[in-house]
């Protein structure tokens, strides 16, 4: 669950919408004493953009609207089968168009698309500017026995269910490649990379605009002639169908909330040095004017 709310966050919000803040208190005191369910239960995983959307939106929906939000950590797959089914209210972590393509389409009986949270997002294989272009500028690069020697055979990746990965699979095959693409956490990417940083030592890895990991590392993606890393994405909030009738306040939220891709990396950035919670607090204290449209629609 979110923390309590802070009398800083408070002071930052109530001239804003202290009739609505007021209107969604009483529906939240009233929805308390009926049920223990919270009102909104949002999937998140360990992805930085992930994280720090997932909570932004918890944090502004509890303490800003009066909302009782649940955060909840799960594998992409497990989200998306939980959105679905209805044990999950909402996730903010959806590529598109491609990325996450299969899932929108096995359960888009049961998933409404809220639009973009921000776009101009991308992803691709990834590999320290060290390494020379000249050896190692493509994808195709990769079936090269000298680069693969350098590498070990060994692609870093994240989460096996993630939609990067199966492109990662899709790779594999379309360039001929013969590799072992490793599984993990976001997390366990990035310090894999930070390692090889400080060995100066060859290593090619899943990656993704917005990620922390291009400002602290000098990175470059590999050209991909064959396009199966796709264009640009843009990432989406999902609800389950239905989520929208019980509470429309927060899919309304949810609907105008948007970052530019600059702007969540910057957060990640200001959460790695101090915290998640403290780097949300900063950005709402300078951009006001934009939650309070987020949270009642007026400019």
């Not at 360990?46 to 932004?56: I, L, R, Y």
């Not at 976001?186 to 605009?209: C, L, Q, S, Y």
């Not at 640009?232 to 899919?251: D, L, M």
């Amino acid at each position: 669950m979110i923390c309590k709310p802070n009398t800083a966050f408070r002071q930052v919000l109530k001239t804003l919408v202290a009739t609505a803040a007021m209107t969604a208190s009483l529906a939240f005191t009233q929805a308390s004493a009926e049920s223990n369910e919270p009102d909104v239960a949002i999937g998140w995983t360990t992805w930085g953009d992930a994280e720090v959307v997932s909570k932004m939106a918890a944090i502004i929906l509890q303490q800003g609207m009066g909302k009782d939000v649940e955060l909840t950590l799960a594998d992409i797959s497990v989200q998306y089968r939980g959105v679905a089914d209805g044990d999950l209210d909402a996730m903010l972590m959806s590529w598109q168009p491609l990325t996450h393509k299969s899932y929108m389409e096995r359960y888009a009986d049961t998933l409404v698309d809220l639009g973009p949270l921000y776009e101009g997002a991308d992803l691709g294989l990834v590999v320290p500017n060290y390494v020379p272009e000249s050896e190692l500028k493509s994808i195709a690069d990769l079936a090269k026995p000298s680069v693969r020697e350098q590498l070990g055979g060994q692609i870093q990746g994240i989460g096996a269910n993630s939609g990067i990965m199966g492109m990662t699979q899709t790779a594999m095959a379309d360039y001929g490649l013969d590799y072992e693409i490793l599984t993990g956490t976001g997390p366990k990417m990035a310090m894999e990379i930070g390692k090889a940083f400080d060995e100066n030592r060859w290593i090619v890895a899943t990656g993704w605009h917005p990620h922390w990991k291009f400002a602290k590392y000098d990175l470059r993606y590999l050209d991909d002639p064959k396009g199966v890393y796709g264009g640009a994405e843009s990432v989406h909030a999902i609800v389950h169908k239905g989520f929208e009738q019980r509470q429309p306040e927060i899919v309304a939220f949810l609907r105008r909330m948007n970052l530019s891709v600059s702007e969540v990396e910057e957060l990640m950035a200001q959460a790695r040095e101090t915290s998640h919670r403290d780097a949300i607090y900063a950005w709402i204290e300078n951009n006001t004017d934009r939650v309070q449209y987020w949270m009642t629609g007026e400019e």
